[in-house]
């Protein structure tokens, strides 16, 4: 099995996150089954930056959502099995299911059913304000607002850069994720996600399974897994995005495509 892994980031300036999820992978993937990573390739000429990207509704929509065409595009070529949607604002994921003959797994659908599976009450715990508003619009499109406790910031707001650069000595940093995760617990939270990907990758290579009794979500495992059960189940069941819900293009209309 061939797991297509895409992420938004550019990896060339996140080398650390880089390995470790490519460790993870090794990890928690199953016997046969090969997660290929990919992430957002230079855009304009230039790398933009995090908060250029997501802090902004136009730059994100002209940056993020052809990447995640093209890479889906390539990943269906490459003979994938399976593609992740490796990024908790989840781009155009109606678009991606409307596009895919193979399954697309979100990393936010993911964790939250798995959490889900749990408990009752789901937390969110994230780096920055600009993920905020795009886990909000998660809540709203797949109509978690009754089980989800709430969204919560770490203190001292930390970017995947500076992150990436702690990989070696993650203490202070896996703190303030504790602190944050507490916070998430006193506001009714039974489970917590990380909802970063390069948060999730260091609380689990850090062996960060709970928090006073709470279950900590591994964020990285969980879209593999779900993967690998969304590929068996079309196998064996005959389970697919549902053409009721994702038309699919034309064949003329899917060559346009590829230019996109």
Avoid at 20 to 47: C, I, Q, W, Y
Wanted: aromatic share 8%; glycine share 8%; net charge neutral.
């Amino acid at each position: 099995m061939k797991i297509w892994y895409q992420s938004t980031l550019n990896f060339a300036h996140h080398p650390n996150y880089e390995k470790a999820l490519a460790a993870h992978f090794k990890r928690v993937a199953s016997p046969g089954t090969e997660v290929v990573l990919n992430g957002r390739k230079t855009a304009f000429g230039s790398d933009l930056g995090g908060d250029d990207v997501f802090g902004s509704a136009i730059m994100y929509h002209t940056v993020v959502a052809p990447a995640f065409v093209r890479s889906l595009l390539a990943a269906e070529k490459a003979g994938a099995d399976a593609f992740v949607v490796a990024s908790f604002s989840e781009p155009i994921l109606t678009e991606l299911r409307a596009l895919a003959n193979i399954p697309v797994i979100s990393m936010t659908e993911a964790c939250f059913m798995a959490a889900a599976m749990s408990a009752p009450k789901v937390g969110f715990v994230t780096l920055n304000k600009f993920v905020v508003t795009f886990i909000e619009k998660s809540v709203s499109l797949h109509k978690w607002k009754d089980r989800v406790s709430g969204i919560h910031l770490i203190e001292g707001e930390v970017s995947e850069a500076e992150l990436d650069a702690k990989f070696p000595a993650p203490g202070p940093y896996l703190e303030r994720l504790v602190n944050g995760a507490r916070k998430s617990i006193a506001a009714g939270a039974q489970v917590v996600i990380p909802a970063e990907g390069v948060l999730g990758v260091m609380a689990a290579e850090n062996g960060l399974r709970e928090i006073d009794g709470v279950p900590v979500v591994d964020a990285i495992a969980t879209p593999i897994l779900f993967a690998e059960l969304a590929v068996a189940l079309k196998d064996r069941t005959g389970l697919a995005q549902s053409r009721a819900a994702y038309r699919l293009p034309s064949a003329e209309a899917r060559e346009l495509l590829a230019g996109y």
